[in-house]
């Protein structure tokens, strides 16, 4: 075998993960497709992850990869493709070829999800974003639309607040998801209409995104307005497709109590686990477990029969 765990993501799940196997002397490579650190080095400021009561994104990143590569794991930036399984373990398959491990922690992550409108695709990267920290500042004294209610929205749009002329916060229903203190922290913004039981229709433009138009689900009533960007925070989408285990109808995948799927030696943690909520502190927490239960499994130590085939897959979410 090249290795004795494959860690697939390397966000703070994966660079947990690695940090505990390397410490446990486990041969280990860490696979990520875009930015060791992951999708939360995009996030403008962190406020409740133990220890670092205001840190950003980016210098939250670094220092996760920072710690992980004291280990020495072998970090490779690459894509997967597929995980097979193997005599003694797995084949994970990526742009940097094929691999052998005893053991896959994976810890992909999940992707923004798209409104699917017209005009979404067209104008992405020219008005069109899932990144405030990243293209906000081009929208500087502008006009912008937010679109969602959670936790992403307003953390994002609390950062574009800051920068921009205007938001216009539309959320499809009368009600936001958001922690407490982020819509406490967002009402008393003077910048922000809010609109209401509203969704984004169409984003209309002129090389660059010039409006939208919002249609009101109570009334029915469309208007257009004109914005510069539109930054879209409507949930994530688990990035799983690579991996055959079980998972819930949102492709998130199941895991027993100790982050063990439904194939033998294959594990998740993190953002692409089906769970109650999608926090770094509980990402990095479950790349621990998940990297101790790969030892576990290594070792012959590790009891199987509570895999997810004995649990039961009714979503937890609402
Ligand atoms: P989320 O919590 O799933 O919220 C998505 C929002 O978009 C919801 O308000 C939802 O409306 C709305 N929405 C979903 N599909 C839509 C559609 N097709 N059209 C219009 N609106 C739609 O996603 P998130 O805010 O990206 O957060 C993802 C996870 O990361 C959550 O677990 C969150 O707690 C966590 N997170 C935490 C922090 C933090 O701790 N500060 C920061 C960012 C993210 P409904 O409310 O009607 O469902």
């Excluded at 446990?24 to 080095?41: D, H, M, P, R, W």
Aim: hydrophobic fraction near 40%; aromatic fraction near 8%; include cysteine.
């Amino acid at each position: 075998m090249d290795y004795d765990v494959i860690v697939i993501g390397g966000g703070p799940a994966g660079l947990s993960a690695a940090v505990y196997t390397r410490r446990a002397e486990l041969k280990t490579a860490i696979i990520e497709k875009l930015t060791f650190g992951g999708i939360i080095t995009t996030t403008d400021l962190i406020e409740n992850y133990l220890g670092f009561p205001a840190i950003s994104g980016a210098d939250f990143g670094k220092a996760i990869q920072q710690h992980a590569m004291k280990y020495n794991p072998d970090m490779i930036q690459a894509e997967v493709h597929a995980v097979k399984p193997i005599e003694g373990g797995y084949a994970v398959e990526s742009d940097a070829g094929s691999l052998t491990t005893k053991t896959v922690i994976v810890a992909s992550g999940a992707a923004p999800k798209k409104l699917g409108i017209p005009g979404e695709n067209e104008y992405f990267g020219r008005g069109v974003s899932t990144c405030a920290t990243c293209d906000g500042p081009f929208f500087a004294k502008r006009d912008v639309a937010v679109v969602g209610g959670g936790d992403s929205a307003l953390s994002e749009g609390l950062y574009l607040s800051r920068l921009v002329n205007k938001i216009y916060l539309i959320h499809r229903r009368d009600k936001l998801r958001a922690e407490p203190i982020l819509q406490k922290r967002f009402s008393e913004l003077s910048n922000v209409e809010y609109l209401w039981n509203s969704v984004v229709t169409k984003i209309a433009g002129e090389k660059k995104v010039t409006g939208i138009t919002v249609k009101n689900v109570t009334t029915g009533e469309e208007q257009e307005i004109n914005v510069s960007a539109v930054f879209i925070y409507i949930g994530e989408v688990p990035q799983t497709s690579f991996v055959d285990v079980k998972k819930d109808e949102n492709g998130y995948i199941m895991t027993d109590e100790n982050m063990q799927t439904s194939s033998p030696g294959i594990f998740a943690a993190g953002d692409c686990r089906h769970s109650l909520t999608k926090q770094a502190i509980i990402s990095a927490g479950e790349g621990a477990l998940a990297a101790i239960a790969a030892q576990m499994y290594i070792e012959g130590r590790l009891r199987s029969k509570e895999r997810p085939e004995a649990v039961n897959p009714q979503r937890i979410l609402s």
